[in-house]
């Protein structure tokens, strides 16, 4: 799933390329991705608003809408909104997308587009979603700001301070991996990057929550920012499905500490990075930096 740095790259792209823009008409072989309405109530309800400004809530893309209208997307496991042009055909009683642009968008993981909006400028903002969970739901501010996934969120993981991110981790008892990727209590951090921030702090992933001293809890913050932001400057990472509005891979995944490096040496210490479950998830690690 897109994490934080990921969101936050789609995000930032879109607001440079479609703000100002008004959409023309909506087109999905998918129905079941809209949450607020039914395909033809979503779509005589969207066409001929204009796209104001586009920005992050958690992993959620929230496009501010004329008329006091949002639009939220989550992206969910495999999606990833685009700009560019697609042509839609049926052939053979099937839905068939083409990319109009040559290069990374016919790539295969550019390809499961199940949704698109078309814009005034004959641009287009697509949905490329392997496993079609994402989903988009269309309402007004104070509705989509009343989800209970918008408003059961925990604070941003960059803008929460040092002695709130201390207060909501120390009184979890659960290992710590699984408290920072909990986004009721910060919102944004993910499978990757726990185990990034959680290496280059030098704690265990599975020790409980409110073991971690406050001398370790301020290792983890300082290391939640840096790694967070280094991840947005290389526009996130591609380990899987996630590319960027423009259809390209994010480098963050070439700088990769301990994520899914089983076995290979420890970039401090050269001990082979082992693998344990925390929960459903995998979490990395250095037995010897990061001790239980």
């Known amino acids: 799933m897109p994490e934080l740095p990921e969101v936050h790259t789609i995000a930032k792209e879109l607001n440079k390329k479609v703000s100002g823009r008004a959409i023309t008409d909506y087109w999905s072989d998918w129905p079941k991705s809209i949450k607020s309405s039914n395909t033809t109530k979503f779509k005589k309800e ?4 204009r796209i104001k400004s586009v920005d992050r809530i958690g992993k959620n893309i929230v496009f501010h809408l004329s008329r006091e ?14 700009v560019g042009r697609w042509s839609v055909k049926k052939r053979s009683n099937k839905w068939v997308v ?9 790539e295969r993981v ?7 909006f078309y814009l005034d400028n004959e641009g287009m903002i697509a949905l490329s979603d392997m496993r079609k969970f994402g989903k988009l739901y269309l309402g007004s501010k104070k509705e989509v700001l009343g989800l209970p996934e918008i408003k059961n969120l925990g604070p941003d993981a960059l803008n929460i301070t040092q002695e709130e991110f201390n207060k909501r981790i120390a009184k979890k008892k659960k290992a710590i991996k699984l408290t920072l990727m909990d986004p ?13 921030i959680l290496w280059s702090a030098r704690v265990h ?7 971690i001293s406050n001398k370790e809890l301020r290792k983890v913050f300082k290391y939640t920012k840096e790694i967070l932001d280094k991840a947005i ?5 591609s380990v899987g499905d996630y590319r960027d509005a423009s259809g390209e891979k994010g480098s963050y995944s070439d700088h990769m500490l301990v994520y899914r490096l089983t076995g290979s040496p420890c970039k401090r210490c050269a001990t082979p990075i082992e693998r344990a479950k925390a929960g459903q998830r995998s979490a990395h690690f250095c037995p010897r930096c990061q001790e239980l």
């Open 184 to 196: 009721s209590v910060v919102a944004g951090i993910g499978n990757i990057y726990a185990d990034e």
């Open 110 to 116: 550019n390809q499961y587009i199940h949704n698109i």
């Open 69 to 82: 209208k949002v639009l939220l997307i989550h992206q969910k496991m495999t999606g990833h909104l685009m």
């Open 233 to 237: 400057k290389l526009r996130g990472s």
């Open 46 to 49: 969207l066409i001929g608003l």
């Open 205 to 211: 992933p599975l020790r409980s929550s409110n073991s």
């Open 98 to 106: 083409e990319s109009e642009i040559r290069g990374v968008f016919q």
